[in-house]
């Protein structure tokens, strides 16, 4: 019954607009006076915490609404934003190369995830003017749970130098990824020159397969230049007992997978590879005992 009538009152809004509900709400006011009339100050009281209730519960329904239209227009103008970029990136693509990848992530026992990610880069045009990264979980999480991913970029900070961050946008992909667009307007690069950068990033349920499923996830990442040297270390939490195998890397490449444990017996699992070469996906494939 209260679903039914929370969206009768919506409707009505989208009707009516708050005007009409100021109407509605005086409407009932002086029909309580009415009644007042003949029953005393009870109906008085009786309209007045009706009215006092309609607001309230409008006035939740227009934010929400409100709300709801902002974030569509957001999504679809940072979605044109990621294709008309991507129509630069194709007509004259390579825009960059990337040199070193250095990801740590650190997995919670409910799945969620935060990783903090060193990209070392270097342009191949001049004047770049923005930089793509696209990041990405093995299963379809839903919409809900999207919406939680949090990503903030600055530059390195080195010997005291550095750290601010950069203004950046995002938008989701229809193959479930996460793409990000880290813009340089204050920066005027020419080919050649280096940008360091750094993400770090929460990701609410990113590893739920493995850590409340049972199943074995997969840790993988794919480059479409060489890539000189990557690093990929996952930290799990205390007590769990990890397996790992390689994937996308054979016998004559240049890797190594390792696995340890750190101070209070959390189990590390490390891919580290030199001189990946062109268009590979590679990483890890874990699993829990």
Not at 64 to 87: F, P
Not at 117 to 138: N, P
Not at 148 to 175: A, F, H, Q
Request: glycine content about 8%; charged content about 25%.
């Amino acid at each position: 019954m209260l679903d039914g009538f929370v969206a009768f009152l919506d409707d009505y809004l989208a009707d009516r607009g708050f005007h009409g509900l100021l109407k509605a709400g005086l409407g009932i006011l002086a029909f309580g006076s009415v009644l007042s009339a003949a029953f005393g100050s009870v109906a008085v009281k009786a309209a007045g915490l009706t009215i006092a209730a309609l607001y309230v519960l409008g006035s939740l329904i227009l934010l929400a609404r409100g709300q709801a239209v902002l974030r569509r227009k957001v999504e679809r103008r940072e979605g044109l934003l990621t294709y008309y970029c991507d129509l630069i990136y194709e007509e004259i693509h390579p825009l960059w190369r990337i040199d070193r990848w250095e990801e740590d992530v650190d997995v919670a026992k409910n799945g969620d995830v935060t990783a903090s990610i060193v990209v070392h880069a270097m342009a191949q045009r001049d004047e770049l003017r923005f930089f793509r990264v696209r990041l990405g979980s093995k299963w379809d999480q839903p919409m809900s749970s999207r919406r939680k991913v949090r990503v903030s970029v600055s530059s390195i900070e080195v010997d005291g130098t550095g750290g601010t961050r950069y203004e950046r946008t995002s938008n989701w992909l229809p193959d479930g990824r996460l793409e990000i667009l880290v813009h340089l307007r204050s920066t005027l690069l020419k080919k050649g020159d280096e940008v360091r950068l750094r993400l770090d990033v929460v990701w609410p349920q990113k590893a739920a397969p493995l850590m409340r499923f049972g199943e074995p996830d997969e840790f993988v990442m794919r480059v479409g230049n060489p890539l000189a040297y990557v690093s990929y270390r996952v930290a799990f939490p205390a007590g769990f007992d990890v397996r790992c195998d390689v994937i996308g890397l054979h016998r004559g490449d240049n890797y190594t997978l390792t696995t340890s444990s750190s101070t209070g017996n959390r189990a590390i699992v490390q891919l580290q590879a030199q001189d990946v070469g062109a268009d590979r996906s590679f990483g890890m494939r874990l699993d829990l005992r």
